[in-house]
């Protein structure tokens, strides 16, 4: 299985592939997010400089990263929310040739924009389990009424899910992310998916992953 960058803008379903590949192909999914906390648990170092609100430095991100890649062996991966910049990418590959490791494909979720705003502005969520649902697509919709098909509690409309919340957060990310865009499209490593259906996601997601294996 290739190792796999995972791009998408909000609401595009970056969890639910993840969470596809995970279960279907024993995927582990690393978040620099999560490693860092968990690192700061036992680092008082990392741990000053992330309560001080400071950004963390690439050169910590990547020794952490550096170490979990050798620890996974050769468990497919995929990287969500990492690299962010041109930077983090450049340093990636450096990474990557240096543990002598192939960066895989980069799958950039590019769902159509006024297709992501309906999905935001139809999303109603468990305020319990965070459990979310559509009032717009059936096999979406809450089982019974408008309650939580595992908590039988209420479903809210959250007040940041609006159109215009969700342009501002959708021009946010085509802003800080194009450039990693063309990086990774130059290089012939990235492959759009634009479809909506989860299972013809699924299907893409799994050829791709499965290529030249
Ligand atoms: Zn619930």
Same mark, same amino acid.
């Given at each position: ?11 595009? $379903? ?16 690393? &978040? ?9 648990? &036992? ?13 963390? $430095? ?41 543990? %002598?490791? %192939? ?18 502005? &139809? ?13 717009? %697509? ?6 019974? $009424? ?25 021009? %946010? ?41």
């Amino acid at each position: 299985m290739k190792n796999i960058i995972l791009l998408a803008p909000p609401a595009a $379903g970056k969890g639910t592939v993840a969470k596809y590949l995970c279960d279907t192909f024993g995927y582990v999914s690393i &978040s620099t997010g999560d490693m860092l906390r968990e690192e700061a648990k &036992s680092n008082e170092e990392l741990k000053a400089i992330m309560e001080s609100g400071k950004l963390v $430095g690439d050169d910590i991100v990547f020794d952490l990263l550096k170490a979990k890649l050798n620890k996974l062996g050769n468990t497919p991966y995929i990287l969500d929310g990492f690299p962010r910049t041109v930077n983090q990418a450049v340093m990636y590959d450096e990474l990557l040739q240096n543990i %002598e490791r %192939e960066l895989g494909v980069v799958i950039y979720l590019d769902v159509d924009k006024e297709e992501l705003k309906e999905r935001v502005v &139809s999303r109603i969520v468990c305020p319990e389990c965070k459990a979310s649902y559509s009032t717009r %697509e059936d096999d979406f919709a809450p089982k019974n $009424g408008n309650l939580c098909d595992k908590c039988n509690i209420e479903l809210v409309h959250r007040d940041d899910d609006s159109e215009e919340v969700f342009y501002q957060r959708y021009e %946010e990310y085509l802003a800080k992310t194009m450039s990693l865009i063309d990086y990774y499209e130059g290089k012939g490593l990235l492959v759009r998916i634009g479809d909506t259906d989860p299972v013809v996601v699924f299907d893409k997601v799994s050829s791709l992953v499965k290529e030249n294996d």
